[in-house]
């Protein structure tokens, strides 16, 4: 029969939930220009998943292997439970819980390489672990999870499959029928009618009739002890769920503290890194600024030796020309006095 293929079934379930109706849609519209209408009313039958049970889907269609070793384990447990084999199925909780809290590491580094999932601070692992772990009480939900077609996550209080007791509800009427009724005998003989000892055949039923009520009255209370024994352990498993649940957020704030953190470290090493280069910029600035001022230093003095030069041959120069002019005065003095 026609239909949507597995692949594309998988791509929308890898499809985050804000966009998995787009995505969907988007489909549906491709298959109907295609004229495929079944694969189309197929397809708009697809519910949008909730967050916890696309990380449940996306970790069964991106580890696979992994889903599959929590299915066959499952099923192992489930047959312990059923054969009450108390050595095997405490091995196989010991091993349930390290798959389950493998996978939630799983499910963590799988959401970390989505761009669009949630923060690690925000995502729902609690309803996560609860999912898996009711994988391994309903095999229904083993088999959603395997598939990677959840629609929301899933949760179970008790520790495995346990049998459910057929009651049966005991009135007035049924007690007084049962005294009334004539006591056959074993095997295929009829009844002979009463005769002599009336009394003590009556005696007789009286107290089968008390001795049967009796082993009803400690069966029911046995079976009342077993589910309030249920019911604590139900009690106690939700106690423990909640504590694991303040623990998971616990630990997801400070590891959100730890990351924010870290990105802060990361940027103030950046913005240190920035001002040493600047400071290696100014050092080399400052050393050539230096030796342009020391070049600069030795030219001015080369330049005051130089005017000073200047200056004394100037001087001279003056000197000379002041001598220059007084011989000739004198020759000039002396020309007058001998006309």
């Not at 925000?122 to 898996?132: C, D, F, G, I």
């Not at 953190?261 to 001002?275: K, M, P, S, Y």
């Given at each position: 029969?026609?239909?949507p ?31 495929d ?6 397809l ?23 889903v ?14 059923r ?8 091995e196989?909780s ?29 995502l ?13 009480s309903d ?18 209080a ?20 049962e ?24 005696t ?22 077993q ?13 423990l769920?909640?504590e ?5 957020a ?7 503290e ?24 100014l ?10 001022l ?10 005051e ?22 011989e ?12």
């Amino acid at each position: 029969m026609p239909g949507p293929s597995t692949e594309l079934v998988q791509q929308l379930y890898r499809t985050p939930p804000d966009r998995f109706v787009a995505a969907r849609d988007a489909a549906v519209a491709e298959a109907r220009r295609a004229g495929d209408a079944t694969t189309a009313r197929q397809l708009a039958r697809l519910r949008r998943p909730t967050v916890a049970a696309w990380l449940v889907n996306l970790l069964a269609i991106r580890r696979p292997e992994l889903v599959a070793d929590l299915v066959q384990l499952a099923d192992a447990l489930r047959t312990a439970q059923r054969e009450l084999r108390g050595p095997r199925l405490r091995e196989l909780s010991a091993q349930r819980r390290a798959v389950v809290g493998a996978l939630v590491v799983e499910v963590r580094k799988l959401a970390a390489a989505e761009p669009e999932a949630p923060p690690a601070g925000r995502l729902p692992l609690a309803e996560v672990e609860a999912t898996l772990n009711a994988a391994f009480s309903d095999a229904e939900v083993a088999e959603q999870v395997r598939a990677g077609r959840l629609l929301r996550a899933a949760s179970y209080a008790g520790f495995g499959e346990v049998p459910r007791p057929q009651l049966r509800l005991v009135t007035g009427d049924e007690e007084k029928q049962e005294e009334e009724r004539p006591a056959r005998r074993p095997g295929n003989q009829r009844e002979r009618p009463e005769a002599a000892f009336p009394a003590d055949r009556a005696t007789s039923r009286d107290r089968t009739t008390r001795a049967d009520r009796a082993a009803e009255l400690a069966e029911q209370a046995e079976r009342a002890a077993q589910r309030a024994a249920r019911a604590e352990r139900a009690r106690q498993r939700r106690a423990l769920d909640r504590e694991l649940g303040r623990a998971q957020a616990d630990q997801e704030r400070v590891e959100a503290e730890l990351t924010e953190a870290t990105a802060q470290e990361r940027d103030g090493a950046a913005v240190l890194d920035g001002i040493e280069a600047e400071l290696a910029e100014l050092e080399r600035r400052r050393a050539v600024a230096e030796q342009d001022l020391s070049r600069a230093k030795l030219a001015r003095r080369a330049a005051e030796r130089a005017v000073t030069s200047a200056r004394r041959r100037a001087g001279e120069v003056e000197a000379a020309i002041e001598a220059l002019v007084a011989e000739e005065g004198d020759a000039d003095a002396g020309d007058g006095a001998a006309d």
